[in-house]
Nanobody, 122 residues
Framework: VQLQASGGGLVQAGGSLRLSCAASGRTFSNYVVGWFRQAPGKEREFVAA???????YYSDPVKERFTISRDNAKNMVRLQMNSLKPDDTAVYYCAARATYSEISFAKRYDYWGQGTLVTVSS
């Protein structure tokens, strides 16, 4: 599976952005897709994930502000980010995996996109 993340940019605190993850290659609908982020000087952290049957998972810092969705017909996963905060500033990566356990563990993901930068100004 090849993944391409896009949609990052500069936004003021309180604003919104929508990230997209376009997939190609193997049957995308069979994969769990997750979003992770990495801020400067920090480790990569889990943001959200969606399973092949549309169950969603969120980290506590983004719960109720971010929404993950998928469109299997278009091989696309999106991350709608609302009420953005300066702490959300990071490079955001999408990733995919065929298995379900430990869904927030980056090491469990087999395929990664190149990342897209999100900068939230105060």
């Amino acid at each position: 599976v090849q993944l391409q993340a896009s949609g990052g940019g500069l936004v003021q605190a309180g604003g919104s952005l929508r990230l997209s993850c376009a997939a190609s290659g193997r049957t995308f609908s069979n994969y769990v897709v997750g979003w992770f982020r990495q801020a400067p000087g920090k480790e990569r952290e889990f943001v959200a994930a969606i399973t092949w049957n549309y169950y969603t998972y969120y980290s506590d810092p983004v719960k109720e502000r971010f929404t993950i969705s998928r469109d299997n017909a278009k091989n696309m996963v999106r991350l709608q980010m609302n009420s953005l905060k300066p702490d959300d500033t990071a490079v955001y990566y999408c990733a995919a995996r065929a298995t379900y356990s430990e869904i927030s563990f980056a090491k469990r993901y087999d395929y990664w996109g190149q990342g897209t930068l999100v900068t939230v100004s105060s």
